[in-house]
């Protein structure tokens, strides 16, 4: 019962993306009903074309039963006719008859899709708004593939399954009310005997139960399918972002298979969710041919008895048939809902999901970095696992400051805390003595630049890139950065210079040259603090001193923190902490942590020797 209820109410907010869309929903729903109707309609012209065109006998009414005057006359008209003008007006009477048809059928169809395309184009945008809100813990918690897959394969589950499912769920339905009418009105008006109608009730459950039954199977291989898509995902996002690795490592063959049997696995699952889709039509077609053959072994004495004509049969097994169509599709409706809800589930995980970092209600801007920042007791821990412990330190405006220490020291932990892609677990940074808890993070992150080692870059233009999220700018403004980041050089040797489009990642552009820009772009911020997360680790010697060369121009007149590969590069920072096993070990300046004699001068040492000994090789 629960599972109902939960079923029901998730369903209920699907629709709610529906809402701003009402107008064309119910001009899809005015041509549903035009279609239904006309639909139904389509099987009284049956009783003239086999009674009097055919057999050549005039329409008969039960006179036990009272028809209403406009109906005898329309018969009395009819049984008047001569059967050239008869045929004549149903010919042309089909003609305007199939056209209002199918138009109101195309009309139907096109605005339900359209529908289905402008509600999963909102729910692309709430749900890509909601991941641009969302903090760094949740992309820690869940990999780039698998959040691709729910804005791409579970968006198409769902616009599949409102673009039929929906309109199933409103046009079948008025079919069904408009097709047992005329069938009730075919057994009072013609005599049927009511056995038969009860024959077609009886027919209901038989059609309506196989779909229940598959539609709860159906959808937990559903929710199977689409985490092996996310799988899928999963790898090709791997694979192109490492191409370089496997064919260094020439494993094309090993990657070609396990992509092979992952893509296996999800055939396998679309197709069981195929087979249990598809094989209810044909059980509820055999059903229907079951139906026929009781009908007609109950009507043959009816016939032979001349108490039925082979008109009203006709017309009443037909309209039957009608009938039994949407109710067809209404047992299918129900397996493509339970598709729908298990996508909707998986989305609704995200939208439900509360950002980590928020804002206080009123929270004040931070116009500007004046005097310093304070670490106070700053611990951090992730997933119960310590980071950092007790982080004490003052850092004054236009300080640089050094963070160095063994790999896992928490180096990189501690500056994402500056600008709140993190929250400390306990203690708290202050900035000019206010929290950074009580700043908007707007404010906060506009008086910051950060420079990684990853070098982020955009499918976009080398201007758009250095120029990114600022306002107001100006050609002149971008090319002054890129000249102080040692980038324009390199740049006026593109093919349409500032306007080249630079590929994914950057990727037609040597490690230095992306670097460069990313310097660039954070000269252009013009920020009172700056981070470099090892922004020189991964360059070749003359790519590394182009860079150092700019990041020097870049500290000038900032507050600074770096995080170095190569500890002769920050010598003249002021403030060198050194980090190991989360916590402060030493603190001070490059003399005076290598008059102690500890962990700074251990990690200096050891790398001066293996680079004098790079330099002899």
Same mark, same amino acid.
């Given at each position: 019962? +629960?599972?109902?209820?939960?079923?029901?109410?998730?369903?209920?907010?699907?629709?709610?993306?529906?809402?701003?869309?009402?107008?064309?929903?119910?001009?899809?729903?005015?041509?549903?009903?035009?279609?239904?109707?006309?639909?139904?309609?389509?099987?009284?012209?049956?009783?003239?074309?086999?009674?009097?065109?055919?057999?050549? *006998?005039?329409?008969?009414?039960?006179?036990?039963?009272?028809?209403?005057?406009?109906?005898?006359?329309?018969?009395?008209?009819?049984?008047?006719?001569?059967?050239?003008?008869?045929?004549?007006?149903?010919?042309?009477?089909?003609?305007?008859?199939?056209?209002?048809?199918?138009?109101?059928?195309?009309?139907?169809? !096109?605005?339900?899709?359209?529908?289905?395309?402008?509600?999963?184009?909102?729910?692309?945008?709430?749900?890509?708004?909601?991941?641009?809100?969302?903090?760094?813990?949740?992309?820690?918690?869940?990999?780039?593939?698998?959040?691709?897959?729910?804005?791409?394969?579970?968006?198409?589950?769902?616009?599949?399954?409102?673009?039929?499912?929906?309109?199933?769920?409103?046009?079948?339905?008025?079919?069904?009310?408009?097709?047992?009418?005329?069938?009730?009105?075919?057994?009072? !008006?013609?005599?049927?005997?009511?056995?038969?109608?009860?024959?077609?009730?009886?027919?209901? &459950?038989?059609?309506?139960?196989?779909?229940?039954?598959?539609?709860?199977?159906?959808?937990?291989?559903?929710?199977?399918?689409?985490? *092996?898509?996310?799988?899928?995902?999963?790898?090709?996002?791997?694979?192109?972002?490492?191409?370089?690795?496997?064919?260094?490592?020439?494993?094309?063959?090993?990657?070609?298979?396990?992509?092979?049997?992952?893509?296996?696995?999800?055939?396998?699952?679309?197709?069981?969710?195929?087979?249990?889709?598809?094989?209810?039509?044909?059980?509820?077609?055999?059903?229907?041919?079951?139906?026929?053959?009781?009908?007609?072994?109950?009507?043959?004495?009816?016939?032979?008895?001349?108490?039925?004509?082979?008109?009203?049969?006709?017309?009443?097994?037909?309209?039957?048939?009608?009938?039994?169509?949407?109710?067809?599709?209404?047992?299918?409706?129900?397996?493509?809902?339970?598709? =729908?809800?298990?996508?909707?589930?998986?989305?609704?995980?995200?939208?439900?999901?509360?950002?980590?970092?928020?804002?206080?209600?009123?929270?004040?801007?931070?116009?500007?970095?004046?005097?310093? @920042?304070?670490?106070?007791?700053?611990?951090?821990?992730?997933?119960?696992?310590?980071?950092?412990?007790?982080?004490?330190?003052?850092?004054?405006?236009?300080?640089?400051?050094?963070?160095?220490?063994?790999?896992?020291?928490?180096?990189?932990?501690?500056? %994402?805390?500056?600008?709140?892609?993190?929250? &400390?677990?306990?203690?708290?940074?202050?900035?000019?003595?206010?929290?950074?808890?009580?700043?908007?993070?707007?404010?906060?992150?506009? *008086?910051?630049?950060?420079?990684?080692?990853?070098?982020?870059?955009? %499918?976009?233009?080398?201007?758009? +890139?250095?120029?990114?999220?600022?306002?107001?700018?100006?050609?002149?403004?971008?090319?002054?950065?890129?000249?102080? =980041?040692?980038?324009?050089?390199?740049? @006026?040797?593109?093919?349409?210079?500032?306007?080249?489009?630079?590929?994914?990642?950057?990727?037609?552009?040597?490690?230095?040259?992306?670097?460069?820009?990313?310097? /660039?772009?954070?000269?252009?911020?013009?920020?009172?603090?700056?981070?470099?997360?090892?922004?020189?680790?991964?360059?070749?010697?003359?790519?590394?001193?182009?860079?150092?060369?700019?990041?020097?121009?870049? @500290? %000038?007149?900032?507050?600074?923190?770096?995080? =170095?590969?190569?500890?002769?590069?920050?010598?003249? /920072?002021?403030?060198?902490?050194?980090?190991?096993?989360?916590?402060?070990?030493?603190?001070?300046?490059?003399?005076?942590?290598?008059? *102690?004699?500890?962990?700074?001068?251990?990690?200096?040492?050891?790398?001066?020797?293996?680079?004098?000994?790079?330099?002899?090789?």
């Amino acid at each position: 019962m +629960n599972t109902v209820k939960k079923d029901v109410k998730d369903f209920w907010r699907l629709l709610y993306f529906v809402r701003p869309h009402l107008l064309v929903l119910i001009i899809a729903f005015a041509c549903m009903i035009c279609f239904s109707v006309l639909n139904s309609l389509s099987t009284t012209a049956l009783i003239p074309i086999v009674d009097n065109i055919i057999s050549g *006998k005039k329409i008969v009414i039960n006179p036990y039963i009272k028809v209403p005057q406009f109906i005898l006359d329309i018969i009395s008209k009819i049984n008047s006719m001569s059967q050239t003008d008869l045929i004549n007006i149903i010919l042309f009477g089909g003609l305007i008859y199939f056209f209002l048809r199918n138009l109101f059928d195309f009309l139907q169809t !096109y605005y339900m899709s359209d529908l289905s395309q402008r509600v999963i184009r909102g729910m692309k945008d709430t749900i890509y708004k909601k991941l641009l809100s969302l903090s760094m813990s949740f992309y820690a918690k869940n990999p780039t593939p698998k959040l691709m897959s729910r804005i791409t394969y579970d968006t198409a589950v769902i616009r599949d399954s409102i673009s039929t499912g929906l309109l199933d769920m409103v046009l079948r339905p008025l079919e069904l009310i408009t097709h047992f009418t005329v069938v009730v009105g075919i057994v009072l !008006y013609w005599g049927i005997p009511i056995k038969f109608l009860i024959t077609s009730i009886l027919l209901f &459950p038989c059609i309506l139960l196989p779909a229940v039954v598959i539609a709860k199977r159906l959808r937990l291989i559903t929710t199977k399918a689409q985490e *092996k898509m996310g799988d899928i995902n999963s790898i090709l996002f791997e694979i192109i972002t490492g191409i370089r690795i496997v064919k260094a490592f020439s494993m094309q063959d090993y990657e070609c298979k396990k992509f092979r049997e992952q893509n296996y696995g999800f055939y396998k699952l679309e197709m069981k969710s195929i087979k249990r889709l598809n094989v209810i039509s044909p059980i509820n077609e055999f059903t229907s041919v079951i139906y026929i053959v009781i009908v007609l072994y109950l009507a043959n004495k009816e016939i032979m008895a001349g108490k039925l004509s082979w008109g009203s049969l006709a017309v009443f097994v037909g309209s039957v048939l009608l009938m039994l169509k949407p109710l067809k599709r209404i047992s299918k409706v129900y397996a493509i809902v339970q598709q =729908a809800l298990s996508s909707a589930i998986r989305v609704f995980d995200i939208l439900d999901t509360e950002p980590e970092i928020k804002e206080l209600r009123g929270a004040r801007n931070l116009e500007a970095f004046d005097k310093k @920042m304070q670490f106070k007791n700053v611990c951090f821990a992730y997933e119960k696992k310590e980071i950092l412990k007790n982080i004490g330190v003052d850092i004054q405006k236009g300080d640089i400051v050094a963070i160095v220490g063994p790999s896992g020291a928490g180096k990189t932990t501690l500056v %994402n805390l500056i600008p709140r892609f993190y929250d &400390p677990t306990s203690g708290s940074i202050i900035i000019d003595g206010i929290d950074l808890k009580e700043l908007s993070l707007k404010s906060l992150r506009d *008086k910051i630049g950060i420079v990684t080692q990853e070098m982020i870059l955009f %499918n976009d233009t080398v201007f758009s +890139n250095i120029s990114y999220g600022a306002k107001g700018h100006t050609k002149e403004d971008v090319i002054r950065s890129a000249r102080i =980041a040692n980038a324009h050089e390199f740049i @006026m040797k593109m093919p349409d210079q500032y306007d080249t489009i630079i590929g994914e990642r950057g990727f037609r552009m040597s490690g230095g040259e992306r670097q460069r820009l990313s310097i /660039a772009r954070a000269i252009f911020k013009n920020p009172p603090i700056l981070i470099f997360d090892e922004a020189t680790s991964q360059l070749d010697t003359e790519s590394e001193r182009l860079v150092q060369e700019a990041i020097d121009r870049l @500290m %000038n007149g900032r507050t600074v923190f770096v995080i =170095a590969h190569r500890l002769s590069t920050i010598t003249h /920072a002021n403030k060198i902490l050194v980090l190991n096993n989360g916590a402060i070990e030493e603190y001070g300046s490059h003399q005076e942590l290598m008059s *102690k004699s500890g962990l700074y001068k251990k990690l200096y040492d050891m790398q001066f020797f293996k680079e004098r000994q790079g330099e002899r090789g």
